[in-house]
């Protein structure tokens, strides 16, 4: 497929996911949330800054990656929306099940860029012809280390609410836990701060 009509294709996907009616309204709280700077990858030598915006039944997330730890030089952007399609309130969490929409990888650096086209098979997500700056869509292929859904795939999470923080039991680092199989059953270490009604 022609990489130039390969965004436009993503983003038809998600318009028809989200203008499938929700089964259950929302009672995820809705907003604007970031993490800090935290430390990814191999001796935690690079960094990584999340965030997620919950709008009625839509979660979009972003994952900004770094060069190094203290979140200085951006490599890689991860864009990601989806379409919350059934909700339920527990004692101290939310379960959530997710349709997911495209993912899109866009390369910030011509290095970086290099090493995945070099790397097609690991780093380069199975996908060759990488450009500096112009977005990819990675659903359904796994783009080392994370592996990503197809489109349209039914996810399980569930969110933990403390004050203004907000925490998930798999995103932003796993998108692999199939619909049919339970919910997680412990909060991810990474915890998003409210930052935007």
């Not at 993912?103 to 097609?120: D, G, W």
């Not at 280390?145 to 996810?155: D, I, K, N, T």
Request: with cysteine; hydrophobic share 40%.
């Amino acid at each position: 497929m022609n990489k130039k009509i390969a965004f436009p294709l993503s983003a038809l996907a998600l318009m028809a996911l989200a203008a499938a009616p929700a089964e259950a309204e929302t009672m995820l709280p809705q907003g604007h949330y970031k993490t800090a700077c935290l430390p990814i990858g191999k001796n935690d030598r690079h960094g990584l800054i999340a965030e997620v915006t919950i709008e009625g039944a839509v979660l979009s997330a972003t994952a900004q990656s770094y060069a190094h730890d203290n979140c200085d030089v951006p490599t890689v952007k991860a864009e990601y929306r989806g379409v919350i399609e059934e909700a339920s309130r527990q004692e101290n969490h939310i379960d959530f099940v997710q349709r997911t929409g495209p993912f899109l990888y866009t390369l910030l650096l011509p290095e970086v860029t290099t090493y995945y086209n070099a790397n097609i098979g690991s780093a380069g997500c199975d996908l060759g012809d990488w450009e500096t700056g112009v977005p990819r869509d990675v659903s359904g292929k796994t783009c080392a280390p994370y592996a990503f859904p197809e489109v349209g795939s039914r996810l399980k999470d569930r969110l933990w609410v403390k004050g203004d923080r907000i925490s998930f039991g798999h995103l932003p680092l796993s998108w692999q836990n199939e619909a049919d199989g339970g919910f997680p059953q412990t909060s991810s270490p990474i915890s998003f701060v409210k930052i935007e009604d």
